[in-house]
């Protein structure tokens, strides 16, 4: 269980003196980061970035334009994201959903009014759209305090035992948000400097532990 405040801004602060403000998520619209969510499923942001690119050439990178593109176009678009046929489909699903509500809006404006939960219920509610992409939506894109979870996260504070083996999505999500202040910027940057943590330093295997900045904060860690 986490059940200090503080060891969490502890942790929050030594990444942050490490990586410095990881200043996600890179995108020139509201709509862009909802886009990336979806294409970084299961693949590297460099192949997201190119995916993105493709996207922005082709004029496709609002929720009109993308409902509206042919299906065959629009995977050849995205194709360098992976996964590419199923990506196209929820894509094209979710710009829908977007255009009923906002329009041909990139910045979403008229999802402003509406309850977190609400939001978060419509967005689980489409096709290949699980929690942490619905999260990652709701955090960068729409700007509401929900802390996004993922495997780093859970991998770190496993590692510590500030998180009990059996813990699932929201237990995780749950006690992260009960033990940190709900501040957007709080909540998007210590994710970012976890995925951070993760990729450089808390690695599956053979983890990098005696350069690691939380070393001196959380000590040797349980290694599976
Ligand atoms: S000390 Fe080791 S186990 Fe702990 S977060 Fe750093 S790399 Fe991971």
Redesign the pocket.
């Known amino acids: 269980m986490i059940n200090d405040y503080g060891i969490h801004m502890q942790i929050y602060k030594a990444l942050r003196a490490r990586f410095g403000h990881r200043r996600w998520w890179p995108a020139e619209t509201p709509f862009e980061v909802l886009t990336g969510a979806v294409l970084t499923q299961n693949t590297s942001w460099n192949n997201v970035e190119t995916a993105i690119s493709g996207l922005r050439r082709a004029g496709c990178m609002t929720p009109a334009a993308m409902a509206a593109m042919p299906q065959g176009e629009f995977q050849e678009l995205i194709r360098p994201a992976g996964y590419y046929r199923q990506k196209a489909a929820r894509l094209k699903r979710i710009a829908g959903w977007v255009e009923a509500k906002c329009g041909d809006d990139v910045d979403m404006c008229a999802l402003a009014a509406v309850d977190t939960g609400v939001l978060r219920e419509d967005l689980l509610g489409l096709k290949g759209i699980g929690p942490e992409t619905a999260d990652s939506i709701l955090l960068y894109a729409l700007k509401r305090p929900v802390f996004v979870v993922d495997a780093y996260t859970a ?2 504070l496993g ?2 035992g500030l998180i009990s083996p059996q813990s699932g999505y929201h237990e995780i999500q749950a006690e992260c948000e009960a033990n940190l202040p709900h501040d957007v910027d709080i909540f998007s940057d210590y994710h970012a400097q976890l995925v951070e ?2 990729k450089r ?3 599956r295997t053979e ?9 001196p904060v ?6 599976d």
């Open positions: 991998r770190v590692r510590h943590l993760g330093y808390c690695k983890p990098r532990c005696n350069d690691c900045p939380l070393q959380l000590g040797t860690a349980e290694i």
